[in-house]
């Protein structure tokens, strides 16, 4: 079956500071992957994705790069703002099949201090 | 403003009560989920509808039920038999495109606590 699994938090890093978020999968067929946020007391949001091998999703400073051989779509910003602070998933879609689920990982919470 | 619509924000189930999460979206998506999520285990998948009058079961669908009459509206309802039920309740939505990646637009979410 799919699954998602993520570095665990809670991650604390200082103003301007490179994030890494770690994400490996395990999925049958070619998978796509997403990076959702989610602040506080909110729902999530779709932060970036990609689709294929090779693939780089970038939006707001963060980027992630589909890497089919090492079955990783890591996170990562260069220089972390405390707006920053929220809960970062990653997930996949298994579109070979026919329906359209996404499967999460438990999620990492990220904190950035002034 | 287009969007998904959770209500209410916080609700309090007692003993042996069922409660109905509200969920609405005028995206004109297609395709509606629900899902949990509690603390250090993400989210997991109670149930989806790909089209109206017809849904599936997900990852933890037992205790729960569902209903889809209409595209816009997909209401959960937390049933007595769910033992656990204190948890945040997110909604999604979304159109599937053939040969593409979908992305889920999530609502607010609501909290369910039991008294």
């Known amino acids: 079956g799919n699954s998602v699994t993520q570095m665990e938090g809670p991650v604390t890093l200082s103003e301007e500071a490179f994030l890494t978020i770690n994400c490996t999968y395990t999925a049958t067929g070619y998978p796509s992957l997403f990076w959702y946020v989610q602040y506080p007391g909110e729902g999530l949001q779709l932060l970036l994705k990609?689709?294929?091998?090779?693939d780089k999703g970038s939006n707001k400073g963060f980027e992630a790069t589909y890497r089919k051989e090492t079955t990783s779509f890591h996170l990562e910003k260069g220089s972390v703002q405390v707006s920053d602070s929220a809960v970062y998933f990653c997930a996949l879609e298994n579109s070979g099949g026919s329906n359209y689920k996404l499967t999460f990982g438990k999620g990492t919470l990220l904190t950035v201090n002034p | 403003d287009g969007g998904i619509t959770q209500s209410p924000k916080y609700l309090f189930r007692k003993e042996g009560q069922n409660v109905t999460l509200s969920c609405e979206q005028n995206?004109?998506?297609?395709?509606m989920y629900w899902y949990r999520q509690d603390p250090g285990q993400g989210l997991r998948l109670i149930y989806y509808s790909q089209i109206v009058n017809d849904f599936q079961k997900g990852d933890i669908a037992e205790g729960y039920s569902v209903s889809r009459e209409k595209k816009e509206s997909f209401p959960l309802t937390v049933t007595s038999a769910q033992k656990n039920p204190t948890a945040f309740y997110l909604c999604?939505?979304?159109?599937?495109?053939?040969?593409?990646?979908?992305?889920?637009?999530f609502g607010p979410g609501t909290r369910l606590l039991v008294l």
């Open positions: 995206l004109n998506h297609d395709a």
């Open positions: 990609a689709t294929k091998a090779d």
């Open positions: 999604a939505s979304s159109t599937p495109l053939a040969g593409a990646a979908e992305t889920q637009y």
